[in-house]
């Protein structure tokens, strides 16, 4: 394990951090599929760190933060976020987590083309349920704080598809962050990107972390997200890979 | 999208897809103006058959019969009598004139006489009804009316003894009689045409004017039958034919009520004189004898109208028929709906998993995709509903300059009522919105991962 996160030492040992994510012998198999693609996952995450799942295309690291995030239901063993267990919420309560607590940058972006890049950043203000999110005007004007944030202050009116792939994946991330959620969930963000670009995205990650007090973990292969987190996971055929506890 | 949130995002999809949902929406189009337009024209045509052809100013209304056979017999087993709360029912529906109830006579009787006529007498079993003759006033003035039958009045030995409307009855008496009021009747058009037609080839008797028949006086016996013998004394009475009239009971004579009455309480049973077994009812305005009639039926009486009835009961089919395909036409659209939501939703599995992602329950994502099927409903609904009234605007506009004039001609031959519309149009979104239901249900299944992978 290496811990590029002095801080974030030093407050677990001192206990000022507290455990966001706990998964406990987490394991998942597709449906068809005759191997575990997670096969026994123990991994806590604090509060505020930024953690990095390094591993080989299919080695488990989206399923992984699908398993986190609540996008996936289909596993055994027990996933908490925020001292809950995902198993004994219902889709209203894992909506409203998701909808509220996790930000999530895709890979692919999965921005939605025929809305521009404020209502992009906004449609989760849709499905939001306290008044405060669902207000016309502070969703605009957050929506624009956030573009602002990521570098894209004049591209509130602009469509997805006249953006380059780092200014997409600029918008997606500013998306994750219209709710400032408590925990970034990042699958490749530079996986699409070229190197420069993927510097950039990288640099504002570390940026929010240090501003934002948000957890950050990022699935990805490229080494350069991994030097630039406080902890590094290795994740090989669903095994975490740095020997045993090595999530704690 | 911020603030006009949903609206916005609603037709913001549907317009992404225009293709598909127009083609779609082409069925709910077409059923919604065939349903439109013939349900308009059945509804004119309805309203113009109860109003003008068969004018329904007055129903005959009676109980529901619920007849079963049985062998040989028929059994009714609904009631078979109005009593007088039913006619204070009947009188406070709106639209109600007036109610004038009908007895039937509930016991045998003999009519005997006609040789002025008929050159010889005749006897005959004979069966009657009461009415009350406010009800026929129109037609035959005051020469209907109500007697005392009972009153006794100057003695007499002949019938010039006695005034114009009585008659020297001397069988109760040896030693003389005593003037008695003649009983006014009324026999229906259908006895004359009945006679006129039938009766007097067989009989070779000659065929009568029925005006001549006013003033003909023959006699009944009450209580009396050549089927059967009387456990009571019949009662004789004199009757005097006061007219014509279709208010009459077809086959027999009407008397008055008063009369039916006395004779059903002394002869029949003293409850008899509270059953009615039917009433007229008179409608103040002919429009609105349709909501009158459903009015009626409600309290489950029933309509006994010969002409308008038929009539009615023939557009009744015809609009079930009309309306039966148009509702077909709609299901099939529906269907149709059901399939293009099904592609939809299949191409925007990934957006549907990005929504998710960010908040969406399983009920927003069905939310979102019923208020979508809900929104082309009402839009192909609305253009349905314009393509019918504007066929309908033509088909008026050719018959006002190509068909000739002829009776009941309307300047209309459509009924757009406003229920009519608003009923159609909310048949076309509830069509639509069913349809999308098996596909809403079906994006909103599974985890968000799954259709963020596009599974």
Redesign the interface.
């Known amino acids: 394990m290496t811990d590029r996160c002095p801080l974030c030492t030093l407050a677990r040992r001192r206990g000022t951090l507290s455990r966001v994510i706990r998964l406990e012998n987490v394991r998942k198999r597709y449906p068809g599929s005759d191997f575990d693609v997670l096969a026994g996952i123990d991994l806590t995450v604090e509060s505020k760190e930024f953690v990095s799942i390094v591993g080989r295309s299919g080695s488990g690291k989206t399923t992984l933060l699908n398993l986190i995030g609540g996008l996936d239901g289909d596993y055994t063993g027990v996933v908490e976020v925020d001292g809950r267990n995902l198993r004994d919420l219902g889709d209203a309560a894992l909506s409203a987590m998701r909808n509220r607590k996790v930000g999530y940058v895709f890979q692919a972006y999965y921005l939605l083309d025929h809305l521009n890049c404020e209502e992009n950043v906004a449609v989760a203000a849709l499905f939001a349920r306290r008044e405060r999110l669902r207000d016309r005007s502070k969703a605009r004007r957050r929506a624009a704080e956030v573009l602002e944030h990521v570098g894209l202050g004049g591209a509130g009116r602009r469509r997805p598809t006249t953006l380059s792939g780092g200014e997409r994946q600029r918008v997606a991330l500013a998306r994750a962050l219209f709710h400032r959620p408590a925990m970034l969930l990042c699958d490749e963000p530079t996986g699409n990107l070229d190197t420069e670009t993927g510097a950039e995205i990288v640099e504002l990650l570390r940026s929010l972390h240090r501003n934002e007090d948000v957890t950050v973990v990022a699935a990805t292969h490229d080494e350069t997200i991994a030097s630039a987190c406080g902890r590094v996971l290795r994740i090989r055929d669903g095994r975490l890979v740095n020997g045993p506890g090595s999530g704690e | 999208?911020?603030?006009?949130?949903?609206t916005r995002?609603v037709v913001?999809?549907l317009l992404?897809h225009w293709r598909h949902f127009a083609a779609a929406s082409f069925g709910i189009v077409l059923g919604v103006a065939a349903l439109t337009f013939f349900l308009a024209l059945g509804l004119k045509a309805r309203g113009l058959l109860v109003t003008q052809v068969f004018p329904q100013d007055y129903l005959e209304v009676a109980p529901r019969s619920a007849d079963i056979d049985l062998f040989a017999l028929r059994l009714d087993l609904g009631r078979d009598a109005l009593d007088p709360e039913a006619l204070a029912e009947i009188a406070s529906v709106e639209g109600v004139d007036a109610v004038y109830p009908k007895m039937r006579l509930t016991v045998p009787a003999l009519a005997s006489g006609g040789e002025s006529l008929f050159g010889s007498g005749m006897l005959t079993e004979i069966v009657a009804d009461g009415i009350d003759p406010e009800l026929v006033s129109d037609e035959v003035g005051d020469t209907f009316y109500e007697v005392d039958a009972l009153r006794m009045s100057t003695p007499c030995r002949r019938d010039d003894q006695c005034d114009d409307v009585s008659y020297c009855d001397v069988s109760r008496s040896f030693s003389g009689g005593v003037c008695r009021p003649y009983i006014p009747v009324l026999v229906s058009p259908y006895v004359v045409e009945l006679y006129n037609g039938a009766f007097r080839r067989s009989y070779g008797l000659p065929k009568i004017n029925p005006d001549s028949l006013v003033g003909l006086a023959f006699e009944m016996e009450f209580g009396a039958s050549t089927f059967r013998p009387s456990s009571l004394p019949p009662v004789r009475e004199r009757m005097r034919l006061a007219g014509v009239s279709d208010k009459a009971i077809p086959l027999g004579v009407t008397l008055p009520l008063g009369e039916v009455r006395r004779i059903n309480m002394a002869l029949a049973s003293p409850e008899a004189g509270d059953r009615y077994h039917s009433a007229v009812v008179e409608v103040g305005a002919k429009d609105d004898a349709p909501a009158v009639i459903d009015a009626v039926e409600e309290m489950g009486l029933e309509i006994r109208d010969r002409g308008a009835r038929r009539a009615a009961f023939a557009t009744a089919v015809i609009l079930f028929i009309v309306a039966l395909v148009g509702g077909v036409l709609i299901l099939v659209s529906a269907a149709h709906i059901m399939h293009v939501f099904y592609l939809v939703v299949m191409v925007r599995r990934?957006?549907i998993?990005?929504?998710?992602?960010?908040?969406?329950?399983?009920?927003?994502i069905r939310a979102l995709i019923v208020a979508e099927a809900a929104v082309i409903g009402f839009a192909a609904g609305f253009l349905g509903l314009v393509v019918a009234v504007a066929a309908g605007a033509a088909v008026d506009r050719f018959a006002a300059g190509e068909l000739p004039d002829f009776p009941f001609k309307p300047e209309s031959f459509f009924a757009f009522t406003p229920t009519l519309l608003a009923s159609v149009l909310a048949l076309a979104v509830i069509a639509c919105i069913v349809g999308a239901l098996p596909p809403a249900y079906r994006a909103a299944s599974g985890?968000?991962?799954?259709a963020?992978a596009g599974r």
Do not use: H, K, Y
């Open positions: 999208m911020i603030g006009r949130g949903w995002t913001v999809d992404r990934r957006e998993g990005v929504l998710r992602a960010v908040g969406a329950r399983r009920g927003d985890d968000p991962s799954e963020l």
